[in-house]
């Protein structure tokens, strides 16, 4: 079973901070998405990124999938009460259909 | 934008119950679907992929005839878990593939046995 670490595993940080996450493998994988989970609620898929070396923005969040498309990173700037939640990323391998998941952020941010 | 639904949000059954959890994707159809399974602070674990017609295929470790898996449609895949006990208590969540790598989930099923 492929392992996907996240770190930090927990961050609480002021509004208005800027944060990354991490999502490391020493798996390849053919895609890599991140998803946003509230309390009781499923997760919410934030981004996919296929290509190594991609970037994705998604108005305060950056996302990039390292160049060997074996790690990702989750950049927030200017973090506001909202983006509270559990951060997961998850991997897909080369003709597998399962996406691993990788063992989770969980992220306050404190106004 | 794609939309999964899971019926009940929530249920709570007695031990040596069955409890059927329903998982549907609202707005496009799904040759296949996820049934995870998720402890409190922790991540996802994957018990089943689901395939339109045909059998589920397990995870190891996930007993097949306790978690009966059905998917009898593109947009439909149901979950029942038999003779329930309390060690079954979890927050069950559902997802449909849409492209070859988008994966959308489901709000998820609180099951407590008492």
């Known amino acids: 079973t492929q392992l996907l670490e996240q770190s930090p595993q927990f961050l609480s940080i002021q509004e208005g901070e800027n944060l990354t996450v991490y999502c490391n493998s020493s798996s390849v994988f053919s895609s890599l998405q991140w998803y946003r989970q509230e309390p009781g609620e499923g997760p919410v898929l934030l981004v996919t990124v296929v290509t190594g070396g991609e970037v994705k923005k998604l108005k305060r969040l950056t996302f990039q999938f390292g160049d060997a498309r074996k790690d990702s990173s989750l950049h927030i700037t200017a973090a506001q009460p909202g983006d509270t939640g559990l951060y997961l990323c998850?991997?897909?391998?080369?003709?597998?259909?399962?996406?691993?998941f990788g063992t989770g952020t969980r992220l306050t941010i404190i106004p | 934008g794609a939309v999964v639904s899971q019926h009940p949000s929530w249920v709570i059954c007695k031990s040596g119950t069955s409890v059927k959890i329903e998982c549907r994707s609202l707005?496009?159809?799904?040759?296949?679907m996820f049934w995870y399974r998720q402890f409190p602070k922790q991540s996802l674990m994957l018990m089943a992929t689901s395939n339109e017609g045909s059998k589920a295929t397990y995870e190891q470790g996930v007993e097949k005839d306790k978690f009966l898996i059905n998917h009898a449609s593109l947009t439909l895949s149901t979950l029942t878990v038999t003779s329930a006990h309390p060690e079954d208590s979890s927050f069950y969540i559902c997802?449909?593939?849409?492209?070859?790598?988008?994966?959308?989930f489901g709000p998820g099923t609180r099951l407590t046995v008492t």
């Open positions: 997802s449909a593939r849409l492209l070859s790598y988008e994966q959308y």
């Open positions: 707005d496009f159809q799904a040759t296949t």
């Open positions: 998850a991997g897909r391998n080369f003709g597998n259909e399962k996406l691993t």
